[in-house]
């Protein structure tokens, strides 16, 4: 009963800061006031060190591990799965980050470091480490949004393991607990969930599989199964865009719509495409768009006619993009799609988002609503 009281006790003080002190972290006022009261009152609840017998103080000790070829053949194997394993969730931890604060993470930099700190660990007397997801939205939640952070943050563990480790053991677990269900509420993105049921079969699939994996089984078992899962739905949906038909006269004048050959491409417009599908593993390419912003004309076109495949990754990236221009004051068009984009994009709403007016069937309706949309804009600055 104290445990339950002490973790409800903390999730109502972590609720309560946020929407009276902003600016004061309620997590470091849940955890110091839980210590406090479990300190004062002597309550009978399990803290960090009559679980694990405290945190061990001082700094650790370097030590060269000797090289042992006979097991070799034997750690191979675990060692790539921890390392591929680590990599996803740095990666994902990445992407909730860039996602909560609209920054863009470079993959290359987060692996290295990672690499680096997991090589020297060891020596340490560590273990193979990986950016937390739980850590991340604690830390963005709390202001971070800057490396900063995750320097303070190492700062602070060295802090205490040198000079508070005695205190910490004092840490109960159900205010740990009453954090990490707070982390984990605010991390779920819940508001996404309408849009993943209105999406392919397939992509529901997939979501409803991590996340019950993840529920019943453990965030290692999900990702893996996920990723596999999506693999094989990619290679699907890649094959099942394959199509040979003959060249009628009808095909040939239907197409005249959406060549630019001879299409008259005004100042004020600049045109994007998209080449073959537009999955989970190629959505970062379109960076390019937003790495230009500010050098981008008023009206910016999209062409999806050689696009063969989206799937829901591919759909956020193009309403994040639809975003960050409208932001902008720049207007964002889409034209071409083709059967199975223009299907998914009905389905989940695509076009209450970036505008119906705003989606059209070909290059030369695009070029006609650009038009349309600067003389808005002239409208709008008058």
């Not at 964002?332 to 083709?338: N, P, R, T």
Request: proline residues 5%; neutral net charge.
């Amino acid at each position: 009963m104290e445990a339950t009281l002490l973790g409800v006790g903390s999730i109502a003080v972590i609720l309560i800061t946020s929407k009276l002190v902003k600016r004061l972290p309620g997590y470091i006022v849940a955890l110091v006031l839980g210590t406090i009261v479990v300190l004062l009152l002597k309550l009978p609840v399990e803290t960090i060190g009559t679980r694990f017998g405290g945190i061990p103080s001082g700094p650790p000790h370097l030590h060269v591990p000797q090289f042992h070829w006979n097991m070799v053949h034997g750690l191979i194997s675990p060692a790539i799965t921890v390392a591929m394993l680590g990599a996803i969730e740095s990666l994902m931890s990445a992407v909730v980050a860039d996602r909560m604060c609209g920054d863009k993470h470079n993959p290359n930099v987060e692996l290295i470091a990672q690499g680096i700190a997991n090589i020297a660990s060891p020596m340490f007397g560590g273990l193979p480490a990986t950016g937390a997801i739980a850590r991340t939205a604690t830390n963005n939640r709390s202001g971070a949004r800057t490396p900063v952070a995750g320097m303070i943050h190492s700062l602070t563990l060295l802090a205490i393991l040198l000079f508070a480790a005695p205190l910490a053991s004092h840490v109960p677990l159900a205010v740990l607990a009453g954090i990490l269900m707070v982390v984990s509420y605010n991390m779920g993105e819940w508001a996404e969930t309408g849009k993943i049921l209105r999406l392919s079969k397939s992509d529901i699939s997939v979501w409803l599989a991590t996340f019950a994996l993840t529920v019943f089984a453990d965030l290692t078992v999900a990702v893996e199964f996920g990723m596999i899962l999506a693999a094989l739905l990619f290679i699907r949906k890649v094959t099942a865009t394959t199509t040979v038909s003959e060249v009628t006269d009808d095909y040939v004048e239907a197409g005249r719509a959406h060549i630019l050959q001879d299409k008259d491409i005004p100042d004020y417009v600049t045109v994007f495409r998209i080449h073959g599908p537009f999955l989970f593993g190629a959505t970062d390419k379109l960076d390019m768009v937003s790495e230009q912003l500010e050098n981008l004309p008023p009206v910016v076109i999209v062409r999806l006619r050689n696009m063969t495949a989206i799937d829901a990754t591919g759909l956020k990236v193009l309403e994040d993009l639809a975003d960050k221009l409208r932001d902008s004051g720049r207007a964002l068009l889409f034209c071409g799609a083709l059967p199975q984009p223009r299907k998914l994009m009905q389905q989940s709403g695509f076009d209450r988002h970036v505008g119906a007016e705003n989606i059209c069937p070909n290059i030369e309706a695009a070029l006609h609503r650009a038009s349309d949309c600067v003389r808005e804009m002239q409208v709008g600055a008058s």
